[in-house]
């Protein structure tokens, strides 16, 4: 066997899913094809003989991983912010059907 390489890979397709489920659809979306490509690219890497190509996909792999964190954490930012935003909205009763009927009557 030449050489034992041990190489381990975080996996945020998990992540990327719950974030799809509960969070913003799009940057889970998005999250899950970077998390997808990553499984793969790290995939290709394990079995790939050539040690240079393999340095190669495991860099790209976790650079994928990261852009799928990256935006799991936007998704979750955004989320939150909407949520906050939509509560002090609806506290000061700007949300309210009467704010909007009166604007309509204008």
């Known amino acids: 066997m030449e ?6 890979h975080k996996n945020y397709m998990v992540w990327s899913i719950l974030c799809t489920l509960f969070c913003c659809i799009a940057g889970g979306v998005v999250a899950i094809i970077y998390s997808a490509r ?3 690219t ?3 890497a394990i ?3 050539d040690p240079a190509l ?3 996909l495991i860099m790209q792999s976790e650079k994928d991983n990261s ?8 998704s979750v930012v955004v989320t ?4 906050i935003i939509s509560a002090i909205l609806s506290m000061t009763g700007a949300l309210s059907m ?9």
């Open 3 to 8: 050489g034992n390489y041990n190489y381990y």
């Open 38 to 40: 990553s499984n793969d």
């Open 42 to 44: 790290f995939n290709r």
């Open 47 to 49: 079995v790939c003989s």
């Open 54 to 56: 393999k340095s190669a």
């Open 67 to 74: 852009t799928a964190k990256t935006w799991i954490i936007a």
């Open 80 to 83: 939150l912010f909407g949520g």
């Open 98 to 106: 009467s704010g909007l009927e009166a604007i309509m009557d204008i």
